[in-house]
C-alpha cells in the first residue's frame, strides 16, 4: 500500500496518541471513520459473550483499519486495541461514497484490501480445521515475528491469534526451546532464527501429509 502522503485526501483528519491497551474504537459502536496506523501495532480483537478476547489481525505502521464500515454501513465488528504505545490518524469519513469523493484511488485500495482481508480469513479458518494445535501455533509465531520482530510477543497473544488454549501454547513452546527452535533465554516465546522456525514448520506439516 502507497504511504498516506501519496493519497489526495482532503477530509479533516486528527492525530491521536494511544496508549498500549488502550481501544481506540470498541466493538459494536456506531462508526465515525477510519483509521491509519502512523507508529506502533494495533490489534483487532473479537469480544465473545463471556468477555474474553481473541486476537484476529494486526495492523503496523502504514497500515488502515476500522475501514469495513464504510462498505457495509455497519457498527464496528471489533475492537481495536493499542499493543503497544501507538499514534494514529483518525479520517472523518463517514460512507464509502464520500471517501471515493474525497479519493477515488484509496477507495479503490481499501476494498481490494478488504478482499486481501476476506481470503486470509478463510485461509485461517482452513488451517484451524486441517493442522492440528501445534502447526497452528508455528504458523502464528512464525507470523509474529515475520511481521513484527521487535514486538514482546506473550504465550496468551499465540494463544489468541492460533485458537489455541494458553496451557497448550506454553507446554509446546517449552518443547520448541529444548529443540533449540526457540531461545531458552528468553523467557517469552522467541525464535533463535525465523529460517530454522520455518524449515521446522514445513517440515511438520509434511508429517501430516
Known sequence: MKPISQYSLHSSTVSLN???REAVYISNTKASGFYHVDKGIIGLYQVADTGKESLLRLYGPGSFFGY???FTNQRYPAT?????????KKFDVKSFESLQQLSSELAKTLAIE???ELGDAEKRLVQ??????????IDTIHHFFSYYPQYPWTYREISEYSATDV???????????ESGVLCKQH???HPLDLNKLDRYRQASKEIMK
Request: include cysteine; charge should be positive.
Open 114 to 116: 478488504v478482499c486481501h
Open 167 to 177: 496451557t497448550t501454547v506454553i507446554r509446546f513452546c517449552k518443547s520448541l526451546k
Open 80 to 88: 481495536a486495541r493499542a499493543m503497544e504505545n501507538s499514534e494514529v
Open 187 to 189: 523467557r517469552k516465546p
Open 128 to 137: 484451524f480445521s486441517a493442522f492440528n494445535a501445534k502447526n497452528r501455533i
Open 68 to 70: 469495513r464500515s464504510l
Open 18 to 20: 494511544v496508549s498500549k
